[in-house]
């Protein structure tokens, strides 16, 4: 046969052959071949599953769509057919006060119960979000010396469904400064310190280039602590009339805790037997809010910032002439970046600078997307 016979039987038989592929499947090669040439492909996702609420970040549009939602579920059986039904976040807590399951108290999965709980959680996050499958995945992880805890996050992430191209972990501290220092990955090219205000502990960590330095944590300073100072105080500042929960606690935290603007509340209890009782809350939240920004500021200036300076003393002179990065749930607090900077500058006896993203509490996620879709375009 000639060459010019087995050029038109090849041609004739590649032909053939993509006829039969467009009307069975394409190969998972042409796929991405063909997801590559459209300008589509994974999807850059980034993730936090914290203590109390879990975040999610996919890019939409231009923008980047965000899923927030309380880290807790419930079950209950269908009285039709019997069979399990799970709710999670603020539908979960309302719904099911008395049997909702907050699965990562502690900051991390620990155990293969809470382990089991977490992936039924975000399983049911996942599917009702539509979250895609095809994407690469970047999860922000605390600053917890706990091997096992970390292994069993690192496993609800990947038997996920999520991040079937790539799932990468950074540390949580790192990702919520990527947002507070630039419209893109400035943090990783700089020196500087992060300072994480979560519920479920202090976190701090002096940050080369990227690579992280010293880091510290603490579970005597929380978020957590702060609602249940403010649950007794309030039963102390109403001579014991009101008695509120720690939920309400962290909504009145949430809701009036302000170093700027900070103004009295008033909220209604039912009383026993009939009838309501308004009382006033004027000292409760702040006293809480000022005691652990004391303690906050007492750790990171006399137990983290000393380590960082007898390892790495050039780190610790550049990074305290940059802005100290605050991240985490307490950071939201009106106010407490200044109040932040001005009693660390008293305790350490110099200026001080000190820095947030518009919304600390997302900044972590927004971090760790921003990261996987550094990951995709290389």
Do not use: W
């Amino acid at each position: 046969m000639s060459e010019e016979s087995e050029a038109d039987g090849d041609e004739a038989a590649s032909e053939e052959e993509a006829e039969t592929e467009s009307e069975e499947s394409v190969s998972e090669t042409e796929t991405e071949v063909e997801e590559t040439s459209n300008g589509d492909g994974p999807v850059p996702v980034g993730v936090k599953l914290g203590s109390t609420r879990t975040v999610i970040a996919i890019p939409e549009g231009d923008d980047v769509r965000i899923i927030r939602t309380l880290t807790c579920l419930a079950t209950y059986d269908d009285p039709l057919t019997g069979e399990e039904q799970v709710l999670y976040g603020e539908e979960a807590a309302t719904q099911y006060p008395d049997r909702v399951q907050f699965m990562l108290r502690s900051g991390l999965p620990e155990d293969d119960d809470r382990a089991e709980l977490t992936k039924k959680f975000f399983n049911t996050v996942l599917a009702e979000n539509d979250v895609p499958e095809d994407s690469v995945v970047v999860y922000a992880i605390p600053t917890i010396e706990n091997e096992r805890g970390l292994d069993n996050l690192e496993a609800v992430i990947r038997e996920s469904g999520i991040g079937q191209r790539e799932v990468e972990s950074y540390p949580e501290s790192l990702c919520g400064a990527i947002p507070a220092m630039g419209d893109g990955l400035e943090a990783i090219g700089e020196i500087f310190v992060s300072v994480n205000m979560g519920s479920t502990n202090l976190e701090a960590a002096g940050y080369r280039r990227g690579e992280q330095l010293n880091p510290f944590a603490t579970g005597a300073v929380t978020g957590n602590e702060v609602d249940r100072m403010i649950a007794n105080n309030v039963e102390g500042e109403t001579q014991g009339r009101v008695n509120i929960d720690t939920t309400t606690a962290r909504e009145y935290k949430e809701e009036h805790a302000d170093f700027v603007d900070f103004e009295p509340f008033t909220d209604i209890i039912q009383q026993p037997g009939g009838g309501s009782h308004d009382f006033t809350i004027e000292r409760s939240v702040m006293d809480a809010c000022n005691a652990y920004l004391d303690e906050a500021v007492d750790e990171i200036a006399n137990s983290f910032l000393p380590e960082l300076a007898n390892d790495h003393i050039k780190v610790y002179q550049l990074a305290l002439d940059q802005p100290i990065v605050l991240t985490g749930g307490m950071a939201c607090i009106p106010g407490i970046v200044e109040e932040f900077e001005e009693r660390l500058s008293e305790e350490l006896n110099r200026d001080i600078e000190a820095v947030a993203a518009d919304e600390p509490d997302l900044s972590a996620t927004i971090g760790a997307q921003r990261i996987a879709a550094h990951l995709i375009e290389n």
